[in-house]
Structure formats: C-alpha cells, structure tokens
C-alpha cells in the first residue's frame, strides 16, 4: 500500500502532538468510554473496559514526573510568603 501525503501529514501531526493535547484527547476518550459504558448497563465488557482505561489513565497521570512552578510573589507579599512558594518547598523534597 503506498502512503500518500495525507498519511505524511496525519503521521507527522501524531508525532508533534503537545503534552497537554494528549492529556486532553486521552482524557476525553476516557469521559466518552464510561459515558458508553453508562449508556449500556447490561454491556459488562463494555463497562470492565471503560473502566481499566480509566484507571491506568489515572495511574499514568499520578505516577508522571512532577514539574515545580515558577510563580510570581503575590502584589505585596515576599518570596518566602507567596501562595506559590510552598508548592514549590513541597515539590523539592
């Protein structure tokens, strides 16, 4: 089978996807899975399938590095008294 650019592109398009717009897809693929599942009670492979995406989606998102935040202090309030700078104590442990 020969590949046309069209496959070029959807290859390429795959391949430069962002973080964020996975999480997004992968998120709105688990919503549609259980909201199949919901809509057939009596489908318990349906239901069992939803379900495992789910959780190893969760699994995925809990388990991925965590990045520190650079936030700015709050008008008036130092460094060491901004909401952000105790989140980012924390993710230095």
Do not use: H
């Amino acid at each position: 089978m020969r590949s046309t650019p069209t496959d070029a592109y959807g290859k390429v398009n795959k391949m430069a996807i962002t973080p964020r717009a996975a999480e997004a897809e992968a998120f709105s693929k688990a919503a549609r899975l259980l909201q199949q599942a919901r809509q057939n009670t009596f489908d318990y492979d349906s239901y069992a399938s939803a379900l495992r995406f789910n959780q190893e989606l969760w699994t995925l998102i809990q388990n991925r590095p965590r990045r520190t935040r650079r936030c700015p202090p709050a008008s008036g309030a130092t460094p060491s008294t901004s909401a952000c700078s105790s989140t980012n104590r924390r993710s230095r442990r």
